[in-house]
Nanobody, 123 residues
Framework: QLQLVESGGGLVQPGGSLRLSCAASGGTLGDLPITWFRQAPGKKREGAEGAACIDPSGSRTTYWDSVKGRFTISRDNAKNTVYLQMNSLKPEDTAVYYC?????????????WGQGTQVIVSS
């Protein structure tokens, strides 16, 4: 059974950067579209905002307006890992970040969630 494990979260000052990783076990990510979601404090995971999504080959990406120009999603299928590079972080980026598998590119209907990694942007 496919499992997703996020890592790379932490506390960072405004304007700083973090790189999140989403590693898969029990299956391959290579033929799956992946979306990074973020769950703001006080919100439910099922209502989490999308951040970025990537198609199986890595040739197509989409970003939500709130992160466009600051975040970059990428993948290394040989390492079975998807990344989210986050630059110019703002306090409003504070959230639990999840990677997720959907059957359709950039769909908010999720088949498999990771366990999440906390990102706190604060001075």
């Amino acid at each position: 059974q496919l499992q997703l494990v996020e890592s790379g979260g932490g506390l960072v000052q405004p304007g700083g950067s973090l790189r999140l990783s989403c590693a898969a076990s029990g299956g391959t990510l290579g033929d799956l579209p992946i979306t990074w979601f973020r769950q703001a404090p006080g919100k439910k995971r099922e209502g989490a905002e999308g951040a970025a999504c990537i198609d199986p080959s890595g040739s197509r990406t989409t970003y939500w307006d709130s992160v466009k120009g600051r975040f970059t999603i990428s993948r290394d299928n040989a390492k079975n890992t998807v990344y989210l590079q986050m630059n110019s972080l703002k306090p409003e980026d504070t959230a639990v970040y999840y990677c997720a598998v959907s059957d359709v590119y950039c769909s908010t209907t999720v088949r498999t969630w990771g366990q999440g990694t906390q990102v706190i942007v604060s001075s």
